[in-house]
């Protein structure tokens, strides 16, 4: 008898790529939003407002979809490592955030592939570094030296980046860590109660740290904050899961160097944040770096772009 063939993702089409780039600048615009935040609500208070309204908001759908929210003994153990490690990467970076621009932020936590990268090549045995992906290492990387090498940084700006820097960091180690246990779970069980648990642990430092709890409440922090909470924490979320359900995660990612455009671009005409040579030098070679790691497959962003320039 004759095996059945695989069954392959779905050629991704106009309307898929077109609403890719659209989640993606959503995603970008995400540390305009948390700076936007911050001036008037407390960094770690701002952090548990956040979840807060993300766990309301992914709960109604989770049971309007009529998704399982039961985890086991051991699925509590492993949700629980994982949520300590995510309260300390999302602290290190809205700290880290609030001492640097949200430009400067968005192209140190876009590292977050690069990191990843060299995690998964010593922890995963079938997840190797290939020729072009140390390419886009070294461009990703060299980005970096650009940005902490502006002679005009001040020491606010070098220990916010050094936060955002580690806290990325942070981030991608639990990120390979998830790569084991995520079989077991619903996707949105993760981002459901790795919220949960981190938010006592946000209000916490927001007791012991925040100066305020909340300064000034206008429409634009208002605004910014159910942005955090409902657009990219929750609709975000199930789009970007959905895609990458039906499409396959090689071409979804694919797209991810929009997000740092998106936030330098905004951080600039939103925030008028000054948009340096060694800023622009650093998301050109960043984004290089994401688009020379991601575009040596099949069925992505190239064969997207070559419709435009056959």
Same mark, same amino acid.
């Given at each position: 008898?004759?095996?059945?063939?695989?069954?392959?993702?779905?050629?991704?089409?106009?309307?898929?790529?077109? !609403?890719?780039?659209?989640?993606?600048?959503?995603?970008?615009?995400?540390?305009?939003?948390? $700076?936007?935040?911050?001036?008037?609500?407390?960094? !770690?208070?701002?952090?548990?407002?956040?979840?807060?309204?993300?766990?309301?908001?992914?709960?109604?759908?989770?049971?309007?979809?009529?998704?399982?929210?039961?985890?086991?003994?051991?699925?509590? /153990? +492993?949700?629980?490592?994982?949520?300590?490690?995510?309260?300390?990467?999302?602290?290190?970076?809205?700290?880290?955030?609030?001492?640097?621009?949200?430009?400067?932020?968005?192209?140190?936590?876009? =590292?977050?592939?690069?990191?990843?990268?060299?995690?998964?090549?010593?922890?995963?045995?079938?997840?190797?570094?290939?020729?072009?992906?140390?390419?886009?290492?070294?461009?990703?990387?060299?980005?970096?030296?650009?940005?902490?090498?502006?002679?005009?940084?001040?020491?606010?700006? +070098?220990?916010?980046?050094?936060?955002?820097?580690?806290?990325?960091?942070?981030?991608?180690?639990?990120?390979?860590?998830?790569? $084991?246990?995520?079989?077991?779970?619903?996707? !949105?069980?993760?981002?459901?109660?790795?919220?949960?648990?981190?938010?006592?642990?946000?209000?916490?430092?927001?007791?012991?740290?925040?100066?305020?709890?909340? /300064?000034?409440?206008?429409?634009?922090?208002?605004?910014?904050?159910?942005?955090?909470?409902?657009?990219?924490?929750?609709?975000? !979320?199930?789009?970007?899961?959905?895609?990458?359900? /039906?499409?396959?995660?090689?071409?979804?990612?694919?797209?991810?160097?929009?997000?740092?455009?998106?936030?330098?671009?905004?951080?600039?005409?939103?925030?008028?944040?000054?948009?340096?040579?060694?800023?622009?030098?650093?998301?050109?070679?960043?984004?290089?770096?994401? =688009?020379?790691?991601? =575009?040596?497959?099949?069925?992505?962003?190239?064969?997207?772009?070559?419709?435009?320039?056959?």
């Amino acid at each position: 008898m004759k095996p059945s063939p695989e069954k392959s993702e779905p050629r991704l089409g106009w309307g898929a790529a077109f !609403f890719l780039v659209f989640l993606c600048i959503l995603f970008g615009a995400n540390v305009i939003a948390i $700076k936007i935040t911050f001036t008037g609500i407390g960094i !770690f208070t701002s952090a548990a407002l956040r979840f807060s309204i993300a766990v309301v908001a992914i709960s109604i759908w989770a049971r309007w979809r009529k998704r399982s929210m039961r985890l086991s003994w051991q699925q509590w /153990r +492993q949700i629980s490592l994982f949520s300590l490690v995510f309260a300390l990467q999302l602290s290190l970076f809205y700290l880290g955030l609030s001492k640097t621009n949200a430009s400067r932020g968005a192209l140190l936590v876009n =590292l977050l592939p690069f990191f990843i990268l060299l995690l998964a090549h010593v922890f995963i045995p079938e997840e190797r570094i290939t020729t072009k992906k140390l390419a886009g290492l070294l461009l990703g990387f060299s980005g970096v030296v650009f940005l902490f090498s502006e002679k005009a940084l001040n020491t606010n700006f +070098q220990s916010g980046d050094t936060l955002v820097l580690l806290a990325t960091i942070v981030w991608a180690s639990n990120t390979i860590y998830l790569k $084991k246990i995520i079989a077991g779970f619903d996707p !949105f069980q993760i981002v459901l109660y790795s919220m949960i648990i981190a938010i006592p642990f946000v209000l916490l430092e927001a007791y012991l740290f925040d100066t305020s709890y909340i /300064r000034e409440l206008n429409i634009h922090v208002i605004g910014a904050l159910f942005y955090q909470g409902l657009v990219t924490a929750s609709f975000g !979320f199930i789009a970007w899961n959905s895609m990458i359900a /039906r499409y396959g995660p090689v071409p979804v990612h694919s797209f991810v160097f929009v997000m740092p455009v998106t936030g330098v671009v905004l951080g600039s005409l939103v925030l008028s944040e000054p948009v340096t040579l060694n800023l622009l030098a650093a998301l050109v070679l960043i984004v290089a770096g994401i =688009l020379v790691t991601h =575009l040596e497959y099949k069925n992505n962003l190239l064969i997207f772009i070559r419709k435009f320039f056959p």
